[in-house]
Structures are given as C-alpha cells and as structure tokens.
C-alpha cells in the first residue's frame, strides 16, 4: 500500500527472563503500534498492546489485553479534550498528562525522547498516564529526560519511583536500543 510503511522491533528484558515483539505500521494518517510480551517476572504474564497515534506521533489511544494465573484483564485509554478516558471513564487526576507510558516496554520512552531538543545539555520534563503491567492500574506520574548526547539520554523519575534513574540509548528514531538495567534490543 502506497504511502505505509513498517518496521518490527525486539527487545529482552536484562532483569528478568522476558521479551517483546512490536510492530509500527506508519501512514499518512497515523501511526499504528502492535506488541506481544511475554514476561516471567511480575507474577508471569502476556501482555498485548495496541497504540493508536495521531500524524503527530501523540498517543490518542492505547488498549491493554494481560493473561496471567490470574485470569485474563483488560484496560483500554483513550485521549478525550485535555484529559484521558480509562475504561470508557473520565479521569480528571490525568487531564494535561503527555503521553501514556506503560511499564513492561520502553517503547514509551520514544514518545517523550523525539521531544527532547537535540542539544547536549537538554531536558525536558513529562507528565505521563503510568500504567503498571502488572496490575493494569493508571497513575499519573512525572518524569525527566535529560540529554547526554546526539544518541544518549538520562531517565529521571519524578513521580511514582521517584529516585529510579536509567541511562538511555536510542536509534536515529528515537527507539530505544539499551534502557540500563531493564532492556536491549535483540537484532535478527
């Protein structure tokens, strides 16, 4: 199809036994995100997440499918006027947050990095929609990214785990490649 393109990334979790698949699927209208984990921390569990992205690369949508010894739950986020829907409900505690960022990837990274200016020295700080893997629950939450270079980044909660800090490495497209500590990206 003319004007679409694709690109698959993996990534291993480095703390524990665990790995992602996403696809992008860009268009002119949008950008398309699907992904599959599979973690064994976090009491075990397949996540599936499909994010929906507006021509200017904002998250308007993010829904969540997690199966674990649990049982199978759902949660679905939706962009809506300045503040975001959770399970079809307004959350006032999240109006004027940024972007979602979901625990169990560093895909969100991308979203707040493309948004750092280009020049050593820079930061840029986020409010974000948190949304724990594990218990499928969302929080508003505040983080920093600083950068160190053309490539490199200094992740700096603010919020939720204030005091957790992570070097970053990305690719030409903001992806991340090493998340320090968490995850790295596996190259076929």
């Known amino acids: 199809m003319t004007g679409e393109s694709a690109k698959t990334l993996f990534w291993r979790r480095c703390d524990t036994a665990g790995l992602e698949r996403l696809t992008v699927l860009r268009s002119s209208a949008g950008t398309t995100i699907t992904?599959?984990?599979l973690c064994a921390g976090?009491?075990?569990?397949?996540?599936?997440?499909r994010w929906e992205l507006d021509a200017g690369g904002a998250a308007t949508a993010l829904d969540l499918d997690r199966w674990a010894e649990d049982g199978h739950r759902t949660l679905s986020l939706r962009r809506a006027e300045g503040g975001w829907l959770v399970d079809g409900r307004a959350r006032?505690?999240?109006?004027?947050?940024d972007e979602p960022d979901l625990s169990a990837t560093p895909l969100c990274n991308t979203f707040a990095i493309r948004r750092v200016p280009?020049?050593?020295g820079a930061s840029a700080t986020f409010d974000v929609c948190y949304v724990d893997a594990a218990t499928l629950t969302v929080a508003r939450s505040r983080q920093r990214y600083d950068r160190l270079g053309p490539r490199r980044l200094r992740y700096v909660d603010l919020g939720?785990?204030?005091?957790?800090?992570?070097d970053l490495e990305v690719?030409?497209?903001?992806?991340v490649l090493t998340y320090e500590g968490l995850f790295a990206r596996v190259f076929a």
């Open 42 to 49: 976090d009491g075990a569990f397949r996540l599936d997440h």
């Open 171 to 175: 690719d030409e497209d903001g992806f």
């Open 160 to 166: 939720l785990h204030a005091g957790f800090e992570a």
């Open 35 to 37: 992904s599959t984990i």
């Open 92 to 97: 006032p505690d999240l109006d004027g947050a």
């Open 118 to 120: 280009e020049h050593p």
